[in-house]
């Protein structure tokens, strides 16, 4: 789930309803649907000169058209569509403004009536699942309070979502497209600010706890196949006032609770943690990977959560995405990806579509590697720029992010079926595969039989070279 922007907005605050833009003249069809020619009733088209995206291979100037992402394609034995397994975000596809910290949205959405209500929202489903079929993707991610308004009372609220719910139930149906994930906006509203389950107000746990229940039984209902904690601000902000070690045992026994009611309803999904080093608080707690597998080792909950990775999260904690999804899979706790990429120049959660091959066949190299992503997917935590403020700009992002993952597939593939990096590897460990390395790893060896080993020996056998240059090489040969 994850991210910033537009979600640390009020969000119940509806996008702009802004002046369609002047035409633009380009050497393809820009579709650009006017507010004006949009019916009312069942048939109505909220992008009425968009057509199913279609596969048209690498030579491809349309636009509108996917260049590698050839859903029915076979890599290793398995489809592209179900090795990626794509969603879309519902908060920022749908509920993004385009506003930043320095100005507001400047989204142009016609379909937006500037309400918040009910209605609104059913409508705003009916876009959803009109542009997601449009796409092709078939999984959708959304936060309770992305769908539906919250009201003045919980009670309140959980009607509004109800009503929601019963619009998505009916569009799965209708497309086909399935929930990948559901989760609860622990952060945006005021109560929150000092954390939800870390917070030092014991109501606002306890209202947090009744919030992620209802989230719960919604996916569930949904039939989502996981759901995620991601904690937007549970973490602290200054030391002098925080008792660290309550506030990570609230948050392990609100973990607790929740995985105590998911099998109480009998939830089959997976549940996922979501890292993040920093931002809205200077330290969450759930700052990265090995952090958040220290945290579930020592409240025992490790077997009941796996983790959702995100690229902008990975790089704000100073990390590559491959090095933390190589270490979440390395521990079997990788379980789903929030598919995006941060501006190395910003200091901050920007969200953007990803576009770096390096990134997506890296992402894939350890997919594949672990014999795919399961139940987990592929979402797109990502929102168009605050200048691409067109229906049409959401297309366009999709596309390109759709594809770039699919480059990044055929590419991870092909350097698996040369074996070209697996063979240096085994190459640099060779010592582990038989002799005292053998030994060592089986155990049968202490520091006094290894004191022993070495008097005899006299002293370390030479390094070899790591190669580095030679396997950034290798890596290159395959982008073309």
Request: proline share 5%; net charge negative; glycine share 8%.
């Amino acid at each position: 789930m994850s991210s910033g922007g537009d979600r640390f907005s009020d969000p119940k605050a509806a996008p702009p309803i802004l002046p369609a833009p002047a035409a633009t003249s380009y050497p393809f069809p820009i579709p650009n649907p006017d507010p004006h020619t949009l019916s009312h009733g069942a048939a109505m088209s909220f992008f009425p000169d968009v057509s199913k995206i279609a596969y048209e291979g690498p030579d491809s100037k349309n636009p509108l058209a996917f260049r590698h992402y050839n859903p029915d394609e076979l890599v290793e034995g398995k489809s592209m569509k179900d090795h990626l397994r794509f969603a879309v975000a519902y908060w920022h596809t749908f509920r993004g403004t385009g506003s930043d910290p320095f100005g507001p949205g400047t989204a142009v959405r016609p379909w937006e009536d500037g309400t918040d209500s009910v209605d609104m929202a059913v409508k705003r489903v009916r876009v959803a699942f009109e542009f997601m079929e449009k796409l092709g993707c078939p999984f959708y991610c959304f936060h309770d309070r992305d769908v539906s308004p919250e009201g003045k009372t919980l009670t309140d609220s959980n009607k509004n979502l109800d009503a929601v719910v019963k619009a998505l139930k009916e569009e799965q149906q209708r497309t086909g497209i399935k929930l990948l994930w559901g989760t609860a906006n622990l952060f945006s509203n005021p109560r929150f600010m000092h954390g939800a389950s870390t917070s030092c107000n014991a109501d606002v746990f306890a209202f947090s706890a009744a919030q992620v229940k209802k989230a719960l039984e919604v996916t569930k209902e949904l039939g989502g196949e996981n759901y995620v904690f991601w904690g937007g601000r549970e973490g602290y902000v200054n030391l002098y006032n925080t008792d660290l070690r309550r506030e990570l045992d609230h948050f392990a026994k609100f973990l607790q609770m929740a995985v105590d009611y998911k099998k109480k309803i009998g939830f089959g999904g997976t549940f996922l943690i979501e890292p993040k080093p920093h931002e809205p608080t200077s330290h969450q707690y759930d700052f990265d990977c090995g952090n958040c597998m220290a945290f579930l080792r020592t409240y025992g909950l490790e077997k009941e959560f796996k983790f959702n990775v995100e690229t902008n999260h990975a790089t704000l904690a100073k990390h590559t995405m491959y090095h933390e999804l190589a270490y979440a899979s390395a521990y079997g706790m990788l379980g789903s990806i929030d598919a995006n990429r941060g501006d190395l120049l910003l200091g901050w959660d920007t969200d953007q579509f990803p576009t770096d091959l390096y990134t997506t066949a890296q992402v894939m190299l350890v997919v594949l590697g672990q014999g795919g992503i399961g139940a987990g997917g592929l979402n797109f935590d990502a929102k168009v720029r605050r200048e691409s403020f067109e229906p049409i700009d959401l297309f366009h992002a999709h596309i390109g992010g759709m594809d770039a993952f699919a480059h990044g597939l055929k590419i991870a593939a092909a350097i698996r079926k040369d074996g070209a990096l697996k063979d240096i590897v085994k190459q640099r460990y060779a010592s582990w595969d038989d002799g005292i390395g053998k030994k060592i790893e089986a155990d049968s060896e202490d520091f006094a039989s290894l004191e022993a080993y070495m008097l005899q020996k006299g002293n370390a056998a030479a390094n070899v070279s790591g190669r580095q240059e030679l396997i950034e090489n290798i890596f290159n040969r395959y982008f073309r």
